[in-house]
């Protein structure tokens, strides 16, 4: 008779009103499953572990005396791209919807967890197993909601499979590396996007209706590198608000608890990062972590066209400027948000300067809404790196 591992004594612990990060729970998904065995040492909000699982996953930590280690995480190279044939309907080219692809069809994994939308909601995440290159490209374009990716992983283990590729956020990743060896898998790939302000699904709802000209029809939407957000709808047209004219306002409150008190923007644990707020306006940044991948990157390498990353400008005025803003929730009228937009986008930050600009911006911002409300966890939730990003910034109390 085969011994139950101690995650599948436990289905006891299971039940979805609990929740043992309380209101900082991101949903990844791993208290749905009898997973939640383990969530007090693998949930980012209840157990930061960053330093210790980049180790692990990467074979050292970040090292504190490199910049770019410290903004970026652990990395053998970095470099912008697109795709020489975009795919049809993809948030960006596809280069995400495109590795996983190859991946299925080379034989490297049996399975691919991504994000399907439900059919009545396109902004209703339902995570999936993706056996076919039709059911990862039912999950192109972003879901900006919080998302249980790791609910299906008892669907993983009693399927038997042995070779996966997860595709997913920092707080899911952090998790599933905390249990990545409970798997029973030969071989796990982790293919990352950075991501920022997550929101519930009502909350996405009014940050449309208060931003958007036409919410109904947002088909996608992203804080771009010009400064503005760019809203992509049915009809194809496209819509920019600039960063400076949102109702911060009204939306100070509408982002996760988790999100904002998150400092894993990039997407540390992952083997393979793809984003864009690295890479000039218009290309895909990518951040090679390990040599799985850059097995993963190779796989589609004769698909793009490649430049080195490149930095301009400095942020450092732009940031501080931007603490109290937000801290007393200052709307500008759009005039002014335009003119502002315009200038700063000619003079302001460019490639990892910008990627610099949004982390310490995101940073300054979590550290004293975790300060604040969570002053018991503050030395222990806020990683090293993190602390002295935010040490080159004056804060308000």
């Known amino acids: 008779m085969t011994a139950l591992r101690p995650h599948q004594k436990s289905k006891a612990l299971k039940p979805s009103s609990r929740r043992p990060a309380k209101e900082l729970c991101s949903e990844c998904g791993l208290c749905d499953t009898y997973y939640i065995h383990y969530v007090k040492e693998a949930c980012a909000f209840i157990n930061q572990q960053i330093p210790q699982l980049e180790a692990q996953s990467h074979g050292r930590s970040r090292d504190l005396d490199q910049p770019d280690d410290v903004y970026f995480g652990v990395h053998q190279e970095m470099m912008a791209a697109q795709k020489l044939e975009p795919i049809p309907g993809a948030q960006w080219t596809g280069i995400v919807s495109s590795i996983a692809i190859e ?5 490297l994994v049996e399975g691919v967890v991504c994000v399907q939308n439900t059919e009545s909601d396109r902004f209703q995440p339902m995570p999936v197993i993706a056996r076919t290159a039709e059911e990862i490209l039912a999950a192109r374009v972003n879901k900006p909601t919080l998302s249980p990716n790791l609910s299906i992983l008892e669907q993983v283990e009693k399927s038997g499979m042995k070779r996966l590729l997860v595709i997913g956020v920092g707080c899911q990743i952090q998790a599933l590396r905390a249990v990545e060896k409970q798997l029973g898998l030969e071989k ?22 208060t931003t958007s000209r036409s919410p109904a029809t947002v088909v996608s939407y992203e804080f771009m590198q010009d400064f503005q957000v760019h809203f992509k709808h049915e009809d194809g047209s496209e819509e920019k608000v600039p960063f400076f ?22 997407n540390s644990l992952a083997d393979l990062v793809v984003g864009y707020m690295g890479a000039p306006f218009g290309w895909q940044w990518i951040v ?13 390498q004769y698909q793009l066209r490649t430049q080195p ?11 501080q400027q ?5 801290d007393q929730g200052v709307t500008l ?3 002014a948000a335009k003119l502002m937009g315009v200038v700063i986008e000619k003079i302001g930050p ?10 310490d911006s995101h940073f300054t911002r979590n550290y004293l809404y975790t300060k604040r409300n969570y002053p018991e966890k503050l030395e222990t939730h806020v990683p090293d790196f993190a602390k002295k990003i935010v040490s080159q910034y004056k804060l308000p109390e």
């Not at 991946?103 to 034989?107: D, K, P, R």
């Open 322 to 326: 931007s603490i109290p803003a937000y």
């Open 350 to 359: 460019k490639g990892l300067e910008y990627a610099r600009f949004s982390i």
């Open 188 to 209: 796990l790939y982790v293919l990352g996007t950075p991501c920022v302000d997550n929101v519930t699904r009502a909350g996405l709802q009014k940050f449309l209706d």
């Open 309 to 319: 990353v490149m930095s301009r400008g400095d942020r450092h005025q732009a940031v």
């Open 288 to 300: 090679v972590r390990n040599d799985t991948g850059k097995e993963m990157l190779d796989l589609v």
């Open 103 to 107: 991946m299925l069809h080379q034989g």
């Open 245 to 266: 004219g949102l109702k911060t306002n009204q939306l100070k409150d509408v982002f996760a608890p988790s999100c904002m008190s998150c400092f894993d923007y990039v």
């Open 333 to 335: 009228p759009m005039w």
